[in-house]
């Protein structure tokens, strides 16, 4: 079966700080990969999402920056973080075609101070 | 601008009742729509997919509609129970690479 790992669970980084966030995804082969955003009572905001290894498009213009080392693999980084960065970060993958549900990550509750 | 709108303020019923759910949207034109449960502090759940060509869907406890014509969806669950509480996200995704577009969802509590 299929399982997606993100880690860590939570983080408090002071400001201008870096950030890895990382998300790997088991049991399945050339998935689609996402990263979202979410403050805290709002909706989820796509940051950037993959179709496959070295192609990332971001959603959102920000200091954060995505990559894709390997095929089920997605990291999310920032070279000096911001107060306004923090937020519920969820990694998610979905079969490559359409019609098929995301699986999220339990995600990683960051704080910037 | 492109907008999805679900009920912002909480819905509060009684354990045994129908909730139904809204979302609402303007300027997509979804090849599908989605439903996910979030509990707090955790991840979006996967519930039901429902595409441009069909009115309902049903798993369960859970129907979902589609009208493309007012560009809104309906989320029922019936027989509400406790353990049914928790926020509810309304997600689109366009005919142009897929991408889900998530609503801000609503809250729903179900009272014993």
């Known amino acids: 079966s299929q399982t997606i790992h993100q880690w860590p669970a939570t983080l408090v980084q002071p400001v201008g700080s870096p950030l890895s966030l990382e998300c790997t995804v088991e049991?399945?082969?050339?998935?689609?990969l996402y990263w979202y955003r979410q403050a805290a009572g709002r909706g989820l905001q796509l940051l950037f999402y993959s179709i496959g290894i070295d192609q990332i498009s971001s959603e959102v213009p920000q200091n954060l920056s995505a990559s894709r080392p390997q095929d089920r693999q997605f990291i999310l980084s920032s070279k000096k973080l911001l107060l306004s960065d923090s937020g519920f970060y969820l990694c998610a993958w979905t079969h490559r075609g359409r019609d098929y549900g995301y699986t999220f990550g339990s995600g990683t509750r960051l704080t910037v101070v | 601008s492109q907008k999805i709108e679900q009920n912002s303020e909480a819905l509060n019923i009684q354990e045994g009742k129908t909730a139904t759910l809204t979302c609402n949207y303007t300027?997509?034109?979804?090849?599908?729509l989605q439903w996910y449960r979030q509990d707090p502090g955790r991840g979006p759940v996967f519930l039901l997919l429902i595409r441009e060509n069909e009115k309902e869907k049903r798993k369960e406890r859970l129907k979902v509609t589609f009208d493309t014509t007012l560009k809104q969806s309906l989320f029922h669950i019936t027989a509400s129970q406790p353990a049914d509480s928790a926020t509810y996200l309304c997600a689109l995704a366009d005919n142009q690479g897929g991408k889900l577009i998530f609503g801000q969802g609503t809250e729903l509590s179900v009272k014993p």
């Open positions: 300027n997509y034109s979804p090849a599908y």
């Open positions: 049991g399945t082969s050339n998935p689609n």
